[in-house]
């Protein structure tokens, strides 16, 4: 059974920064990519962040140049570095498995995305 367990979310001021994880349990299950998504007040659930099974990355033009994601394979972990915070990163962040080989914010939707984190809440304040 795939399990997806994020941690590391929690409040900080505005340009503070936060490491979430995620430690994936995949079984058999064979994946291409990994990520990100965030629900943010008043918006509809976005994908931010994805990386590949050889280490590609690719973000959304919301967290480009201030957010980076890695993955450590022989713990089975993905991470989200998040630096620079602004007070509209608030939100709850949802590690995610997708899909087929689309790996990026424009090609992955929650349609393909085919296992989901419970979540980590993120607190940006002014």
């Known amino acids: 059974q795939v399990q997806l367990v994020e941690s590391g979310g929690g409040s900080v001021q505005d340009g503070g920064s936060l490491r979430l994880s995620c430690a994936a349990s995949?079984?058999?299950?064979?994946?291409?990519?990994m990520g990100w998504f965030r629900q943010t007040p008043g918006k509809e659930r976005e994908g931010v962040a994805f990386i590949t099974r050889d280490d590609s990355p690719s973000y959304s033009d919301s967290v480009k140049g201030r957010f980076t994601v890695s993955q450590d394979n022989a713990k089975s972990t993905l991470y989200l570095e998040m630096n620079s915070l602004k007070v509209e990163d608030t939100g709850m962040y949802y590690c995610?498995?997708?899909?087929?080989?689309?790996?990026?914010?424009?090609?992955?939707?929650?349609?393909?995305?085919?296992?989901w984190g419970r979540g980590t809440q993120v607190t940006v304040s002014a």
């Open positions: 995610v498995v997708t899909r087929g080989v689309r790996c990026s914010p424009s090609e992955v939707s929650e349609e393909t995305v085919r296992y």
């Open positions: 995949l079984g058999t299950y064979s994946f291409y990519c």
